[in-house]
């Protein structure tokens, strides 16, 4: 279906569930979002094709829940965005599941889920409950959002009250990613990986926890989160000294870990925020060379990828009841072995909210960047290390 259909549908069961809502139902709770953004950059092309502008950056959601019982509750949201060529539109089931309340410090929740990943990973759809466009890269890179967000597995979570200490709330979780061919998780691995084409994924199961202590000083969380999962890839890469030749390439990551060190202060309208992200892995390559007339020459290359110095630190304010600031610099670093430019990016935002009722919010940012990681290049063909991104959003919510 054309994506233009797509969006038409979206919006018209939108309205229609908006408008026709009675006042005070508890039967079945429904909310839903919808918004429309407006990216530009003064060199390269990041995200989408924004060296002349591109509005090609929107997202569309609509989310049931009910309780079934006492202990019963069932959930679904339907999920619509457009990033450059990642989603076009396509309405997917972004979350699905059953949730079994047994106990405050154990419960089960199974389906189609959102990885534990850091402090807002599960808030990233909800455009309004941040003050930033763009969630630092660093740590929430915007091309893997889908992978994260969307596990078919089951999950242990409750609340520990620890008395005098606070509380401890956690997430265990086992799944599957679903990651299509055609999503940002492939076109991740394809430009960071300097290939030129992927043919097929494998992904064993991922094994996921986060532990959120909120600490007896108020407005205080520190948060821990720890993931682990095998990948291998399969694709197509080519050797400039050789032009024209397609060189078949396999990619398997084993023991790949990610941890995420998280920590946040609340005092008035003040926000504080800090992420560390690491990664680790063992990543095998092999490149397979065909040379005619010649038997096919394999060349097998390992590498242990260390990363752990990318991180963020943020500051928020909210200077009055409709307007919000807030600046983050992030640094995503290179992983050891790596060398050049293409594996950094540094980045200084600026952001300004304006609420400007319950349902509506505006947005605009800068980006001063320094790197190449994640860039396209420009449609002139060149790359550059020093940029700028700016973005504009805007955001229905209810």
Not at 39 to 66: C, H, K, R, V
Not at 73 to 90: H, I, Y
Not at 259 to 284: H, M, P, Q, R
Request: charged share 20%; aromatic share 14%.
């Amino acid at each position: 279906m054309h994506r233009s259909c797509h969006i038409l549908i979206f919006v018209f069961v939108f309205i229609l569930v908006a408008g026709s809502l009675p006042a005070g139902a508890e039967e079945v709770n429904v909310h839903g979002f919808i918004s429309q953004g407006y990216l530009q950059t003064n060199q390269n092309n990041y995200l989408a094709e924004t060296d002349d502008g591109s509005f090609q950056f929107n997202e569309m959601g609509i989310n049931f829940t009910t309780a079934v019982s006492d202990r019963l509750t069932l959930g679904c949201q339907f999920f619509a965005r457009d990033l450059g060529d990642v989603g076009n539109d396509e309405i997917v089931i972004n979350w699905a599941f059953a949730e079994f309340e047994y106990k405050n410090w154990l419960n089960l929740r199974v389906g189609t889920l959102k990885g534990p990943f850091g402090l807002y990973n599960d808030l990233r759809d909800f455009d309004a409950l941040r003050t930033s466009i763009f969630l630092p890269s660093s740590v929430y890179n915007e091309w893997l959002r889908d992978g994260l967000n969307k596990l078919k597995g089951i999950e242990l979570f409750g609340t520990v009250i620890l008395g005098p200490l606070g509380l401890v709330q956690y997430q265990t979780m086992v799944g599957q990613p679903l990651i299509s061919m055609d999503s940002g998780t492939v076109k991740f691995i394809q430009t960071s990986g300097g290939i030129d084409s992927i043919s097929a994924i494998e992904n064993d199961d991922v094994y996921g926890a986060r532990l959120i202590w909120t600490t007896p000083l108020t407005g205080l969380r520190i948060c821990g989160t720890y993931i682990y999962s095998n990948m291998l890839y399969k694709g197509i890469a080519s050797d400039p000294r050789m032009p024209g030749t397609e060189i078949p390439l396999t990619v398997d990551t084993k023991n790949a870990q990610v941890c995420v060190f998280s920590a946040e202060y609340i005092y008035g309208d003040l926000k504080l925020s800090a992420e560390n992200y690491w990664a680790l892995s063992d990543n095998t390559a092999t490149a397979t060379i065909n040379i005619p007339g010649k038997d096919p020459i394999e060349n097998i290359v390992h590498q242990d990828i260390d990363v752990k110095d990318s991180y963020y630190v943020s500051i928020g304010y909210r200077f009055a009841e409709q307007i919000e600031a807030a600046f983050y610099y992030s640094e995503y670093v290179s992983p050891e072995g790596i060398q050049g430019t293409k594996e950094k990016l540094k980045d200084q935002c600026l952001s300004f909210r304006f609420d400007i009722n319950p349902f509506w919010v505006a947005k605009l940012e800068a980006h001063v960047m320094d790197g190449k990681f994640g860039v396209l290049p420009d449609n002139d063909g060149h790359t550059y290390n020093e940029w700028m991104l700016y973005a504009a959003k805007m955001s229905y919510s209810f």
